[in-house]
């Protein structure tokens, strides 16, 4: 791949030598701190001082290297910032001939710059934002009710018609992937840091990792993040955070009600496909979770160079955040194969002009967002989920659908028959089998027109785990209304006897007899006479009153009946 170096012109001007004398013994004597309470970085070679008031220029071409590594601690060490300085003889650049040998080259990084326009906020200091950003998870209407800090930029950002642009973002976004040299899966490619000369940074396996690289002016830097290290089993370098934060991010809520497989990250589900909002912010706000390392990071970089343009750029995970990035401060952000970040960007409270819906980030225009992508990787399509996904078999919730921004799709499934597989999410396979195949960049769309998760419910306010339960029970109540002087077998034997039964839903059961009698049997009452009283009026049941002197198995075998008494009014 040929790369090309721009010329230097010599400066013959006496003030201009004079003045980069003056400012580098500032820059070596007083280097710029990026937050108080950042550890001191190795003192290598600190970078030249950018120049002030960069002009807006539409096609110039940049030549990038390597600057510095950070490193924004894990899970068990939030507070830790480390920063690593890196001399341009420190930067290698390792390219991969036609021969398929890897070979170091001498030529820097080029990308070219392109106007664009984002709708941002007028001041979007990190002291100013990140208040905001935070008071927005509880109070959305907090972006919306200030209509006059908005204002609609034409800014510079990479050009993304440009394909060999495009190499050079996804040859950073490698890079960030990189903590030894060829090692594992991802190879060191244009200006990995050599591992070995790391004494005293102390390097490790998780969190978040940025490359940071800058032109020759230091006029304009990208911040390369670290994405998501796909493996099974937890515990494999960055593994076990990336798949936490991958689940609060991108499931519907925290990988519950899905798949048995999922890591759950989060006891935020309140019933079948309900999930409490309050809850899920809160988890995302805490300090280990990448977003806010990213924010720490842009924070170290932007004090480092505060008059420098900023441009992100990631892959997968780290192409996510650094969306999101770009979306809080309003910088461009151009990420490959970026899990669609949509859905998080929404419960993380991130800025959104008037006239666009909060809960609907897809269908903002002006983002400065590029998503690149191919159509066979599931993960980057939204469709690695359910029962039977590779992603789901991982453990990886990925239940989002949408990407803030545009969506620059290669449709490699329909012109080159490619199969869709997870394995065609790495990077490496999109920069060989992709990028450098195809001479033309594919074209971004603007896809207002996307939902996440359509069957869940949101609510808010504190999770609770109370339940109301209320009981009925029915009970029969048996009442006889009159005398049997015959009992048999099966029932009572006088010819005229009636009895009734009485269904009613009460909580006790009452037998209520109406007659007294005097010789009790086994099968009744002895009695040869009988006592009538008066019935209650509620039961509105015919009281007998007549009397059987010859019974029978099947009957009164009496000739005639005698008379029925009235029953009192």
């Not at 990213?294 to 780290?318: D, E, F, I, K, Q």
């Amino acid at each position: 791949m040929p790369l090309h170096r721009k010329p230097h012109p010599e400066c013959t001007s006496a003030g201009r030598v004079t003045a980069r004398l003056l400012l580098s013994f500032l820059a070596l004597s007083s280097p710029i701190a990026a937050s108080t309470r950042q550890q001191q970085p190795d003192p290598i070679l600190p970078p030249l001082l950018p120049q002030p008031n960069v002009p807006t220029s539409s096609g110039k071409e940049h030549s990038f290297t390597l600057r510095h590594v950070f490193l924004h601690g894990d899970l068990d060490r939030p507070a830790v910032h480390r920063r690593h300085d890196i001399s341009k003889d420190e930067s290698p650049l390792w390219i991969e001939s036609d021969w398929g040998l890897i070979e170091e080259a001498p030529k820097p990084l080029l990308a070219r710059s392109n106007l664009m326009k984002i709708h941002r906020l007028k001041d979007r200091h990190p002291s100013v934002v990140d208040p905001l950003v935070a008071a927005a998870r509880e109070y959305p209407g907090v972006w919306t009710s200030q209509l006059d800090a908005w204002s609609m930029d034409e800014v510079d950002g990479p050009d993304v018609s440009h394909v060999e642009t495009i190499l050079t973002f996804a040859q950073m976004a490698a890079n960030a992937y990189v903590p030894v040299p060829n090692e594992g899966d991802w190879k060191d490619v244009n200006g990995g840091y050599n591992r070995t000369d790391d004494y005293g940074f102390g390097w490790d396996g998780n969190g978040l990792r940025g490359y940071l690289y800058a032109d020759e002016t230091n006029s304009t830097i990208v911040i390369g993040v670290k994405g998501t290290t796909l493996a099974i089993w937890d515990g494999d370098g960055t593994t076990t955070n990336d798949k936490e934060n991958d689940n609060l991010f991108f499931s519907c809520c925290c990988g519950q009600q899905g798949n048995y497989l999922y890591r759950q990250v989060c006891d935020c589900a309140q019933g079948t496909y309900t999930c409490n909002i309050s809850c899920l912010k809160h988890s995302l706000k805490k300090e280990d979770r990448y977003y806010a390392a990213a924010r720490h990071l842009y924070n170290n970089v932007t004090a480092l160079y505060p008059h420098s343009n900023v441009w992100m750029a990631g892959h997968s995970l780290g192409g996510s955040v650094s969306a999101m990035i770009g979306l809080t401060y309003g910088v461009p952000a151009l990420t490959f194969q970026a899990v669609p970040d949509a859905l998080p960007a929404t419960r993380l409270g991130l800025p959104v002009p008037p006239g666009v819906n909060p809960d609907k980030p897809a269908q903002r225009e002006f983002t400065g967002a590029y998503h690149f992508g191919h159509n066979a990787d599931p993960i980057y399509m939204g469709t690695c989920n359910g029962a039977t996904a590779s992603c789901s078999y991982a453990g990886y919730a990925l239940e989002s659908a949408c990407h803030s921004g545009r969506e620059c799709v290669w449709d490699v499934v329909n012109t080159n028959g490619t199969r869709v597989s997870v394995i065609t999410h790495k990077i490496i396979y999109v920069i060989e089998n992709v990028i450098k195949k195809w001479v033309q960049a594919p074209e971004c769309k603007f896809t207002p027109e996307c939902y996440d998760c359509p069957l869940w419910k949101e609510v808010t306010g504190n999770k609770t785990q109370s339940s109301t339960s209320t009981s009925s029970s029915s009970t029969k109540t048996r009442t006889r209304t009159s005398t049997c002087q015959t009992p048999g077998w099966w029932g009572c034997l006088d010819e005229t006897t009636k009895t009734s039964l009485v269904t009613s839903t009460t909580t006790t059961t009452t037998t209520t007899t109406t007659s007294t009698c005097k010789t009790p049997g086994w099968f009744g009452c002895n009695d040869e006479t009988t006592t009538t009283t008066k019935p209650p009026t509620s039961t509105g049941t015919p009281t007998s009153t007549e009397t059987c002197k010859t019974p029978g198995w099947f009957g009164c075998n009496d000739l005639a009946s005698t008379s029925l008494a009235s029953i009192p009014s």
